[in-house]
């Protein structure tokens, strides 16, 4: 069986990773245009600020590591067609040769290119995208010689790069055309913590202004948004990444709302073409609706599903809950499922619970502040949670998306049994409070 994988990423990796654990025989074949390969973009903003020491840290795997285990990698080479009626693609080498690539089964793993809204000067020097790995090396060589630097976009991705930047010591501001930061996962009461916590690390957050022009002879020396000009001589486009489609349209796959229309095998519409990643559309798994997930832990996920059923192994992909964290400095935020204004526009009724708390037990040395939100519908179901705190999020949001996925109510979990020691937690768990508290709100809304 020949397979072969269009992405070097998480997606393209995973997948033939995957298939080679399920399939010793199979021939795989990963073309990338990167030049590394088996590295974590999640991890850029870690090394701007210095908790990852260099960029050569957060590469995992070389391609003669895949060689070992028989898998080629083919790197800076770019896919330019798929004939999938003659199950062939052709891609060319950075040596300008073409070559023709037969396949049984084809993944398409292309992720997403970064969306850079219509505006003057988006071309001169100094304003970057982040997305490779070779982004976040020229945006830190950039940096070196930079004393003011404009994110734009106060997503989770803009809001690390500009931690980043301030800790190399540049004057940091952020801007979000919206009237919050984070405006996709945190509710405005929740992501004002968030911005306090920036504001106090002395990074300057405009909201609530898109950015009008880019302002610059050759060199970007600043930007305008709205009326307001702010100097800059670095600025990044932190403005969101759209869905690579390209090949899969060439293919002949059926696109959805967003992206690639693939089903829960991760199968699009043409016979033995796969996709996985940020190029494809998933299904939320709270309204149904067909939403997108671009997150590694997505991508890796689908993979493994992609491979399972490649390898003729029966295997779904469940609708997602979009389960996210974040650090910022020493602040650790996270969220899954519906915020409180996404359950609004999807015309869902619901209630909230509200907890702020302590990690630890209230006398415990280094107890720190928690702050959870909890979204229920009118039944008292979980959709939603939002957790901040400078210790402990990650896990207690996961635990929420198991909760969450299982259809648990908050009257369920407000009865759940949780470890207690006072080093460690609260004898009454944070997420437990929140949700008594959406039991009570739930109680005076329903009458019940
Ligand atoms: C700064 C940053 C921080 C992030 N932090 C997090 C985080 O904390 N948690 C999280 O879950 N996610 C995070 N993400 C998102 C995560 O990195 C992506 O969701 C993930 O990389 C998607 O994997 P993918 O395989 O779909 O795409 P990618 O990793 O983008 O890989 C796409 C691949 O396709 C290749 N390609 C595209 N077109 C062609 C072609 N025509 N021919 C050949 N090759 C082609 C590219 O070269 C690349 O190798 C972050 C992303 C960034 C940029």
């Not at 850079?116 to 090396?137: C, N, S, W």
């Not at 930079?146 to 010591?169: N, Q, T």
């Not at 709205?226 to 969101?240: D, K, R, S, W, Y």
Request: net charge negative; charged share 25%.
């Amino acid at each position: 069986m020949k397979v072969v994988i269009i992405g070097g990423g998480a997606g393209g990796l995973s997948t033939a990773s995957n298939i080679r654990k399920y399939d010793k025989q199979a021939e795989i074949t990963v073309i990338t245009m990167d030049e590394n390969i088996a590295y974590s973009p999640c991890a850029i903003p870690y090394v701007l600020c210095g908790e990852v020491e260099c960029f050569d840290d957060i590469i995992m795997h070389q391609p003669e590591d895949y060689l070992d285990r028989d898998i080629t990698v083919i790197t800076q080479a770019e896919v330019y067609e798929v004939r999938s009626s003659e199950n062939k693609i052709k891609y060319h080498s950075n040596d300008e040769v073409e070559h023709e690539l037969p396949y049984d089964f084809l993944v398409i793993a292309t992720g997403g290119v970064p969306f850079i809204p219509p505006v003057v000067g988006t071309k001169l020097e100094g304003v970057f995208t982040i997305l490779t790995i070779q982004d976040g090396f020229e945006i830190k060589k950039w940096a070196e010689n930079s004393k003011r630097a404009v994110v734009v976009g106060a997503g989770l991705i803009g809001l690390e790069m500009a931690y980043g930047l301030k800790k190399m010591g540049l004057k940091v501001t952020v801007t979000e055309m919206q009237t919050q930061i984070v405006p996709r996962s945190l509710d405005p009461n929740m992501a004002q913590i968030v911005q306090e916590y920036l504001e106090e690390e002395g990074i300057e957050v405009i909201l609530g202004k898109a950015i009008e022009k880019i302002i610059g002879e050759e060199t970007v020396e600043g930007a305008v948004f709205g009326e307001e000009p702010v100097n800059a001589e670095l600025l990044i486009m932190a403005t969101g990444v759209r869905p690579e489609t390209k090949l899969a349209k060439i293919a002949g796959c059926e696109m959805g709302q967003w992206a690639i229309l693939v089903n829960e095998k991760m199968r699009t519409s043409v016979p033995n073409i796969y996709a996985v990643g940020d190029c494809v559309e998933v299904l939320d798994a709270i309204t149904g609706h067909t939403t997108q997930s671009p997150l590694g832990s997505a991508a890796v996920r689908q993979a493994k599903i992609a491979a399972k059923n490649i390898t003729g192994i029966d295997a779904e992909f469940r609708p997602v809950l979009n389960a996210m964290v974040s650090k910022i400095g020493d602040l650790e935020f996270g969220a899954v499922g519906l915020t409180k204004a996404a359950a609004t526009r999807n015309d869902l009724e619901v209630v909230f619970g509200q907890k702020r708390a302590l990690t630890k037990a209230r006398y415990y040395p280094g107890a720190k502040r928690i702050d959870v939100k909890m979204i229920c519908n009118l039944k008292g179901r979980i959709i939603g949670c939002q957790i901040i705190a400078k210790e402990k999020v990650a896990e207690r949001v996961d635990t929420m998306a198991l909760a969450i996925a299982k259809e648990v109510t908050c009257f369920e979990l407000a009865n759940m049994e949780f470890s207690y020691a006072p080093p460690l937690s609260m004898v009454i768990d944070p997420i437990i409070l929140a949700a008594e508290n959406a039991c009570e709100k739930l109680k005076q809304v329903t009458g019940g």
